[in-house]
């Protein structure tokens, strides 16, 4: 009886030995880090979507990690030819899965593409190699005028810091924000249309109301002074606005001499001391 016992013991240890090691592990488990990104089928910065980073990691079994910047967890994931459902928590992700590209759509209208081993993105997903000049990191100011007197604005004058993103090879993003503000919360958000050295809106919003196509024009060489956006409109029979900016880290010295009232309010005690460095994404 003891003989049979541990024959049954041996028996099993070597199954699971078997299942363990015996079998190759599936070609398309490993790790993947993410490449690109999209948002509404425009290409984006994958720092705008994830600013750390991100990566994920296909195990056997079905099984795995998600690592987006700070955030990670365990994953489920499941193949079907060439598509895969990848659930997370509660949450299931629809996308394709071939040649060591994965492409995962989520709920908010984000697509990101994870690559493994240098596997290569497919192009259409990469901004433009060649973006328009305006885009970029901006600084400067918006100011209130000629409100109207039944407008609960005064003449008003804000700090603010604009960031111009590549979209496609002919379209880009505005995204503006002013001292009580940031990036992840903006007061305008606008579609550009890039023509040469200038572009114009397509849509979006500034503060509460939206931006129509044409509606606002970005052209440096309108401007007074070099390497400076000046845009004037209606904020609609309310008031009056405009809005100054120059790219992060030029140094606004032929306005202190000429148009000394023309600096933004934080120049000297915010902007200078930061103009070397990286724009951040909130004026404090």
């Known amino acids: 009886m003891k003989q049979r ?10 199954a699971l030995l078997l299942c363990a090691c015996g079998g190759e592990t599936p ?26 980073g991100g990566a994920l990691k296909l195990l056997p079994g079905g099984k795995g990690r998600i690592e987006l910047g700070a955030d990670s967890g365990s994953l489920r994931w499941q193949l079907d030819g060439e598509n895969i459902t990848v659930t997370a928590g509660s949450a299931s992700y629809e996308g394709s899965l071939k ?12 697509e990101l593409c994870f ?4 596997a290569a993105a497919a192009e259409d997903w990469y901004l433009p190699s060649d ?3 305006l885009c970029g990191d901006w600084y400067g100011w918006w100011r209130i005028s000629n409100a109207r007197e039944e407008s609960e604005f005064s003449d008003s004058w804000f700090d603010c810091c604009a960031r ?27 579609t550009l249309r890039f023509d040469g050295e200038t572009a114009l809106s397509v849509k979006g919003f500034f503060w509460q109301r939206d931006i129509e196509e044409n509606q606002w024009l970005l052209d440096p060489g309108a401007a007074e002074f070099d390497d400076m956006l000046y845009l004037t409109g209606e904020y609609g029979e309310e008031f009056e606005y405009t809005l ?34 990286a724009m951040p994404d909130k004026i404090n």
């Open 244 to 277: 100054c900016l120059r790219p992060w880290g030029t140094d606004w010295g032929d306005l202190e001499e000429n148009q000394p009232d023309m600096l933004p309010f934080f120049y000297e005690s915010w902007y200078k001391p930061l103009m070397d460095a």
């Open 164 to 190: 111009i993103e590549p979209l496609s090879g002919e379209s880009g993003r505005l995204i503006l924000w002013d001292e009580d503000g940031s990036a992840e919360e903006p007061m305008a958000l606008v």
């Open 27 to 52: 070609p398309e488990c490993g790790e993947y880090t993410l490449a690109a990104a999209r948002v509404q089928g425009e290409s984006v910065r994958v720092e705008s979507v994830c600013p750390e």
């Open 131 to 133: 973006p328009s000049p």
């Open 115 to 118: 690559v493994k081993d240098g």
């Open 5 to 14: 016992i541990m024959l049954l013991i041996s028996t099993i240890i070597i």
């Open 99 to 110: 040649d060591g590209v994965m492409r995962l759509s989520f709920h908010d209208g984000a």
